[in-house]
């Protein structure tokens, strides 16, 4: 199985870091779409379903928590997996993540864009088995 393609929506509202991301998620293979906020990426969600969401906490209009939450709430939404990739890493947020349904938790500071390349196609693939 191959990721070329597939999807991944980006929600982050630092447009240097989406750019960044973006460039090594496409020169891998994916497909990559991004919104800077909240409303913007539940927004046309279940119409345009990506194979992963990478989501960050601190947005300007909603934390990465509720949006994660309306995903998960959602039964058309609710199967894709969401990488939480943040600057807050402590063991509470990484506890409720995982408690409202994150598939991974990845924090900024000690990733490399490489390391997210291969955490995305590692769940694209377990996805298509």
């Not at 939450?69 to 409720?96: E, H, M, Q, W, Y």
Request: no cysteine; charged share 30%.
């Amino acid at each position: 199985m191959d990721i070329k393609g597939k999807k991944v929506l980006v929600v982050d509202d630092d447009k240097f870091f989406i750019s960044l991301i973006s460039k090594k998620l496409t020169d891998g293979g994916l497909e990559v779409s991004y919104a800077y906020e909240g409303q913007a990426a539940l927004k046309g969600l279940e119409d345009n379903k990506p194979d992963v969401i990478i989501l960050d906490i601190m947005l300007p209009d909603m934390d990465g928590y509720e949006i994660l939450k309306k995903i998960k709430d959602n039964p058309a939404t609710n199967p894709i997996p969401v990488v939480f990739l943040s600057n807050l890493g402590s063991r509470d947020d990484i506890v409720k993540g995982r408690q409202l349904g994150a598939h991974t938790f990845l924090i900024k500071a000690t990733v490399t864009m490489e390391e997210v390349l291969k955490e995305v196609s590692k769940i694209i693939m377990s996805k298509s088995v």
